[in-house]
């Protein structure tokens, strides 16, 4: 689209794209829900075979005893909302998107962020060169690698290293060594985490995808007591 040709039609194509918060995605699955256990920190998670048991690995049980299987229907909302701002003549659009959310995203559909990231790229190349418009950038995170995610929300707080690290020490016991166990693997795989989970925007699910599910799956409930500790949520 040119905006000099049609700049009724044009900002309205761009409004419509980038109303991106409270843009859901339906996902209809049998994923059940995350329960974090109140006393370890780590997500209870049903037993292998017939999903009646559940259990954490600090020794606590439980068991399901409702037996209508019943599927379960998630819309998603990546997005928290938009930001404008100006820099020096051009308009900067920050998209929000929610990296917890992406993470709890990667249980149920690995491909959403292509599909967005894609619809973003076409968007940014017909904002190029375009007569009579400033200069407009977009800025967003978007990813399905489940490290680089992690790592972005690291980034986004304002918690030094040394505040991350005092407050893990000041966890109970079982919930620390919960805690250490997750920093321990993650900083062992970020090195080289493209191996083992693809690229910021992978579309390789038949590769990735699994592995990227089982890490957040396996520590899940580390990763939200972090995101409350980074934000003081």
């Known amino acids: 689209m040119i905006f000099r040709l049609d700049p009724i039609s044009f900002l309205l194509r761009i409004c419509d794209d980038l109303q991106e918060w409270q843009r859901f995605l339906v996902v ?3 994923t059940h829900n995350y329960l974090k256990c109140s006393q370890c920190g780590r997500i209870i998670v049903p037993d292998s075979g017939g999903k009646q ?5 600090c020794g606590k049980q439980f068991r399901k005893i409702t037996q209508i299987k019943n ?3 998630n819309y998603i909302d990546i997005c928290n909302g938009l930001e404008l701002n100006s820099d020096r003549g051009s308009i900067v659009i920050t998209l929000q998107y929610d990296c ?3 993470l709890e995203l990667l ?3 690995y491909s959403t962020v292509l599909y967005r990231n894609k619809g973003l790229e076409e968007l940014n190349c017909m904002l190029e060169h375009q007569k ?3 200069k407009i950038e977009l800025k967003y995170f978007l990813s399905n690698n489940p490290l680089k995610l992690i790592s972005h929300m690291l980034e986004e707080s304002k918690k030094s290293p040394k505040e991350i690290e005092d407050w893990v020490d000041s966890l109970k016991e079982k919930e620390k060594e919960g805690m ?3 920093f321990e693997e993650y900083q062992k795989l970020i090195p080289d985490n493209e191996l083992k989970y693809g690229k910021q ?3 390789d699910a038949v590769k990735y995808a699994r592995d990227a599910r089982a890490f957040v799956e396996d520590y899940m409930g580390q990763i939200y007591s972090l995101l409350e500790f980074l934000f003081d949520k």
């Open 201 to 203: 925007i992978e579309k």
């Open 100 to 102: 917890y959310r992406q």
């Open 28 to 30: 209809i699955g049998e």
């Open 132 to 134: 009579y418009l400033p």
């Open 180 to 182: 250490q166990a997750f």
């Open 53 to 57: 048991e559940y259990s954490c690995p």
């Open 71 to 73: 599927k379960k229907l």
């Open 107 to 109: 249980l149920s559909d």
